[in-house]
């Protein structure tokens, strides 16, 4: 039996086909989930992304839905959908992400609050929304509900070009512990993914910007720096990092909650 079989995913932050949201989505499918719903605010690649996946995995089980995650009606609006069509959310990926660079003194609050609602505050709603439907997983798997928030290793290492970004991570950090044990009696399982560099979007758009701030030669180059730094000296793919959401997602992790996989070559120990 494939190591999902049967499950429904919804996944934010996986409206681009090179991201780890993609990746993850594309990995539930392998392994067998009943339907993947991803959701994203960008609808220029979903015909793209739709064509992709239903050619891998045939049609019907993958659902591309546009959504603001920040906002509490989307999410309810989803839910809603979710449930009609497909009657039930076994694993929710609370996976958007956004980075606006800056310190203390050269970050706006507007940017603060804008970081904060897409990386903490979108994790919070869909937890709230999607909890009624979580609790009942454990009727049909013995794994119950699964909840993985992509957090960061930002969440451990301050940064002082890129503070909304680290402080939003840590605080999606502690939304993550603090549903472990709020949920842990409706059998709903809440753990996180750290990814360090996986080369997406976002990390290249991260270190064109600090080679703009002349923090490096090139972008290319930051992340070379990265790679370099890393323990394991290699560079890491989305497609790298979905084998730790599968884990986390199917039952053979039913006795794991609270936990934080550290998916970045060991860079991190090196703080
Ligand atoms: N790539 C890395 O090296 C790395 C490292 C650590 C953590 N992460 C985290 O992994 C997650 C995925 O990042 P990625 O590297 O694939 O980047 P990405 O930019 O490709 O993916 C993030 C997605 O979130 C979407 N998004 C932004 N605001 C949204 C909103 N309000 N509602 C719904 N979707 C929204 C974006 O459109 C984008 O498709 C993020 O949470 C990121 O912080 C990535």
């Known amino acids: 039996m494939a190591r999902l079989e049967g499950k429904v995913a919804i996944v934010t932050g996986a409206g681009r086909p090179d991201n780890i949201g993609a990746a993850v989505c594309d990995a539930f499918l392998r392994e067998g989930a009943r339907a993947v719903i ?4 960008r609808v220029e690649s979903t015909a793209a992304l739709t064509g992709e996946m239903e050619g891998k995995h045939g049609a019907g089980r993958f659902k591309l839905v546009v959504q603001d995650a920040t906002l509490e009606a989307d999410w309810a609006a989803l839910v809603e959908t979710v449930l009609a069509e497909f009657g039930a959310i076994d694993v929710l990926v609370n996976n958007a992400g956004i980075s606006i660079h800056g310190g203390i003194e050269t970050t706006s609050l507007e940017d603060l609050r804008k970081v904060m609602a897409v990386n903490h505050d979108s994790g919070f709603l869909g937890m709230k929304h999607c909890a009624p439907a979580l609790s009942e997983t454990i009727k049909r798997f013995p794994g119950g509900g699964s909840v ?11 940064n002082a070009n890129n503070l909304g970004y680290h402080v939003s991570k840590s605080a999606q950090r502690m939304l993550t512990l603090c549903g472990a044990i709020e949920f842990g009696p409706k059998r709903i399982r809440v753990n996180s993914v750290h990814p360090g560099q996986t080369t997406t979007p976002l990390l290249k758009e991260a270190y064109e910007e600090y080679a703009r701030l002349g923090l490096y030669e090139s972008g290319q180059a930051g992340i070379q720096n990265l790679v370099d730094m890393c323990p394991l000296g290699i560079e890491s793919f989305p497609e790298d990092t979905a084998h730790a959401f599968v884990y986390l997602a199917s039952d053979e992790s039913r006795f794991v909650t609270g936990a934080s996989i550290y998916h970045d070559g060991g860079l991190g120990r090196r703080y």
Do not use: F, Q
């Not at 991803?38 to 605010?41: H, M, V």
């Open 148 to 158: 993985i928030n992509t957090v960061s290793m930002a969440s451990y290492m301050p």
């Open 38 to 41: 991803a959701t994203d605010l």
